[in-house]
T-cell receptor, first 112, second 114 residues
Framework: GQQVMQIPQYQHVQEGEDFTTYCNSS?????IQWYKQRPGGHPVFLIQ???SGEVKKQKRLTFQFGEAKKNSSLHITATQTTDVGTYFC????????????WGLGTSLAVNP | NAGVTQTPKFRVLKTGQSMTLLCAQD?????MYWYRQDPGMGLRLIHY???????AKGEVPDGYNVSRLKKQNFLLGLESAAPSQTSVYFC?????????????FGPGTRLTVT
C-alpha cells in the first residue's frame, strides 16, 4: 500500500544550528501537508505544497516539494527552543484527498 | 470559537468496559476524523465522516464504532476495551471547500486500558 517515510526519526541540535527533515513517498503525490506537534500537544497544520518543485517559506522554515512530487523537505534555519516538537509530513491517500497518510515524524530536540 | 474539543481528556478503563469519546467542533466543518497515536508512531485513522449521518472505516477500525448524528459531533465508541487500545485519541475536522485540506485537531484523549 501507499507509504511515506520520514528521515531522520530523531534529531538533536544546538540552538542556532540548522535542521532538515525529509519525507519520501512510494507514489506520486497530488499534494503534501506538513504538521507540527509540540510535546504533549496536538498536530497543528503548517503548510500544504501542491506544485512540482514548489518552495514556500514561513519565517525560518522552508518547505520544498520535489520535482517528481514524490518527496518533500522541511528546513529550519537557526533553530530556536520554540522549534522543539515532532514534524510530520502527511500526503493524501491516492484517490482520496481527504484521507491523509502520516509519516512517523521527525522529533526535534534543541539544546539551549 | 472553541475549535475542536474532546471529552474526556483522560480516562482509565478496565478490560471489557465500554466508553464513548465525544468530539465537538464549532466551525461548521463537514469532514471529521478519529485518529489514534501510539508512542513513536504517526497518526492512524480509525474512522472518518464526510457529513452528518455518514461514517467510513479508516485503516484501524476494528474494536471501534462511530456515529455522526449531528454535524458538529463525532462520537467514538469502544464496546469492550482491550489493553491494545491504550493510546492517545485525536479528533480532527476539515472544511470541504478549503483547498488546503487543512485538518484541525482537538487536544486529545489519553486512554489507558488495564
Amino acid at each position: 500500500g501507499q507509504q511515506v517515510m520520514q528521515i531522520p526519526q530523531y534529531q538533536h541540535v544546538q540552538e542556532g544550528e540548522d535542521f532538515t527533515t525529509y519525507c519520501n513517498s512510494s507514489t506520486t503525490l497530488s499534494n503534501i501537508q506538513w504538521y507540527k506537534q509540540r510535546p504533549g500537544g496536538h498536530p497543528v497544520f503548517l503548510i500544504q505544497l501542491v506544485k512540482s518543485g514548489e518552495v514556500k517559506k514561513q519565517k525560518r522554515l522552508t518547505f520544498q516539494f520535489g520535482e517528481a512530487k514524490k518527496n518533500s523537505s522541511l528546513h529550519i534555519t537557526a533553530t530556536q527552543t520554540t522549534d522543539v516538537g515532532t514534524y510530520f509530513c502527511a500526503p493524501p491517500l491516492v484517490g482520496n484527498n481527504r484521507k491523509l497518510i502520516w509519516g512517523l515524524g521527525t522529533s526535534l530536540a534543541v539544546n539551549p | 470559537n472553541a475549535g475542536v474539543t474532546q471529552t474526556p481528556k483522560f480516562r482509565v478503563l478496565k478490560t471489557g468496559q465500554s466508553m464513548t469519546l465525544l468530539c465537538a467542533q464549532d466551525m461548521n466543518h463537514e469532514y471529521m476524523y478519529w485518529y489514534r497515536q501510539d508512542p513513536g508512531m504517526g497518526l492512524r485513522l480509525i474512522h472518518y465522516s464526510v457529513g452528518e449521518g455518514t461514517t467510513a472505516k479508516g485503516e484501524v477500525p476494528d474494536g471501534y464504532n462511530v456515529s455522526r448524528l449531528k454535524k458538529q459531533n463525532f462520537l467514538l465508541g469502544l464496546e469492550s476495551a482491550a489493553p491494545s487500545q491504550t493510546s492517545v485519541y485525536f479528533c480532527a475536522s476539515s472544511y470541504f471547500l478549503d483547498p488546503t485540506y487543512e485538518q484541525y485537531f482537538g487536544p486529545g484523549t489519553r486512554l489507558t486500558v488495564t
